[in-house]
Every structure is written in structure tokens, then in C-alpha cells.
């Protein structure tokens, strides 16, 4: 398994749940100097990644790009994937394909989190879950061209109703028949909605395709009540070796909320 921590390059993100909001450079300086063997990218739109300077840093520091988000999306321009106006849905798949394009061109998987969006009074669930599957089947595919897989990440019941628990969401997945779709299981919405966080994690098997690090609070792991040694323990059960990222606060600073990963992980024999 490998480390990876986060960037967010969005101002209207810098509340959110991502370690470094001071820009790409001493981010990636700071992510190698730590020891990190990779970083998340969470950027305004595909041209952050597009960037030459990212392909110029991630090689300078010696580090992967573990996964890209397209959050931005839904929290600079209100786009998601179930919308019931149909030009906001295609705009949102325009969006996300060509965060595929440019992440998949330095070897990424990007991340489907809060734009897949929640069902409403226009678009109710079944509808919703319905339009969710063909977007997943395009972007998956789209994806795969570059070769790589889409990361659908269930959220807490709080944030969507598609889907909250990762077994419902993996035979989601078998049995719409996404093979390019691959589970993002972040600890912190597992918290929430998971009886046994280990237990569903292990239930996942061959659909785990990237994990975000993060402790009940959304803090770095060790800072809130997840148990770190079970999880560890079910992800080299099912053979994961893709990263754990750190997708929290930067409590009590950036600097402590790195450390604190770096030190979460090492403490526990993953890298």
C-alpha cells in the first residue's frame, strides 16, 4: 500500500476536507519531505491538471498522483449527475470526462464523490439511480480508454441517499455491470453509516479501488475513535495495494495533519 495526502486548489473548497489550500509547489515539497508517495489533487477544472506544472513537480519530488477529484463541479457551479434539468447533467458528465482526460494522461483514476448528487421532488430515487448508472457506464468507460478505472465513492447519508453503504453499492455495481467502476471507501462516511468499518471493507473485496485515510471526525487518522490495525488488517486481506489518502482537515494544522498521517501509517507497517 502507498501514502498519499491531499491539495485542494479550489478558494471555495479551503473549508473543506483536504490538508494543503497554499498551492501545488510547497504542497508537493511538503508531501515529500514527509515521506507521502503520492498526492490527491482537488482542482477548479481539468486545466489545473492539465497544467504542465504538475506533471514538472509530481517528477521533481518524486511522487505519484494517487487520484483527482472532480468536487469542484458540484461546489462552484451546482452540476451533478442526477440534476432534472438534462443540460446541467450533460454539462456535469462534460465536466468530469475531461478531469478523465487530463488525469488519465499522468496515469490517475479520478473520483466521483459529490457530483454524483441525491434524488429530489423531480427526480426521485429509482429515477435517480437510473440516470447514476448510465453516467457511470460513459465516464467508466471513457476511463478505460486511458487506463484506468472511475472511483465511486459512497457519502454519508447526510450528503446523498444514492448510496451510503459499501456492500449496497458494490452489488450496485455487479449488477449494473460496471467493470471500469471501482469503490472509493473513505473511513470517515463509512464511520457514519458501517456497522463493522472493517468488516465492509473486507466484504468489498476486488471493488476496493482507492481509500481515503480519515479518522470519525474527519480528522488524520489518530485523532478521532477509527480502529487503523482493522482495516489494515481487511485491506491486506482482500490484497488492496492502491493508496490511502488523507482526505481530512488540516487540524490542528496542515503540518500536524500530514505528520499525524505519515505516522498513522508507518505506526501501523502499511508502507
Known amino acids: 500500500m502507498k501514502s498519499a495526502v491531499t491539495i485542494c486548489l479550489v478558494p471555495e473548497a479551503r473549508q473543506g476536507p483536504f490538508v494543503f489550500h497554499e498551492g501545488l509547489e510547497p504542497a508537493c515539497r511538503d508531501a515529500a519531505s514527509l515521506g507521502f ?14 497544467d504542465p506544472e504538475v506533471r514538472r513537480l509530481l517528477a521533481a519530488h518524486g511522487l505519484g498522483l494517487a487520484a483527482v477529484g472532480t468536487g469542484a463541479g458540484w461546489v462552484q457551479q451546482g452540476l451533478h449527475l ?23 494522461s499522468l496515469g490517475a483514476p479520478v473520483i466521483l464523490g459529490s457530483m454524483q448528487g441525491r434524488s429530489s421532488g423531480e427526480v426521485p430515487r429509482e429515477q435517480a439511480l437510473g440516470l447514476l448508472t448510465d453516467a457511470l457506464g460513459d465516464l467508466g468507460g471513457h476511463a478505460a ?9 459512497p457519502l454519508n447519508r447526510y450528503e446523498t441517499d444514492l448510496f451510503n453503504r459499501q456492500a449496497e453499492a458494490a452489488a450496485f455495481l455487479e449488477t449494473a455491470a460496471l467493470p471500469h467502476v471501482k469503490l472509493l471507501c473513505d473511513l470517515f462516511h463509512m464511520n457514519i453509516e458501517e456497522a463493522d468499518v472493517a468488516g465492509a471493507v ?4 476486488r ?7 480519515a479518522d470519525s471526525n474527519r480528522r488524520a487518522v489518530g485523532f478521532g475513535h477509527i480502529e487503523p490495525a482493522s482495516v489494515v488488517a481487511a485491506l491486506r486481506t482482500i490484497g488492496y495495494e492502491g493508496y490511502l489518502s488523507a482526505e481530512v482537515f488540516p487540524l490542528p494544522t496542515a503540518d500536524a495533519a500530514a505528520r499525524r498521517t505519515i505516522m498513522s501509517i508507518r505506526q501501523h507497517q502499511v508502507i
Open 37 to 50: 508517495d503520492g498526492v490527491e489533487l482537488f482542482p477548479a477544472s481539468s486545466a489545473d491538471v492539465a
Open 82 to 104: 442526477v440534476h432534472p434539468d438534462a443540460a446541467v447533467r450533460r454539462r456535469a458528465r462534460d465536466f468530469i470526462s475531461a478531469i478523465i482526460d487530463a488525469a488519465g
Open 145 to 153: 480508454r486511458h487506463g484506468q478505472v472511475l472511483l465511486y465513492e
Open 202 to 205: 473486507a466484504a468489498c473485496g
Open 207 to 213: 471493488h476496493v479501488g482507492h481509500v481515503h485515510w
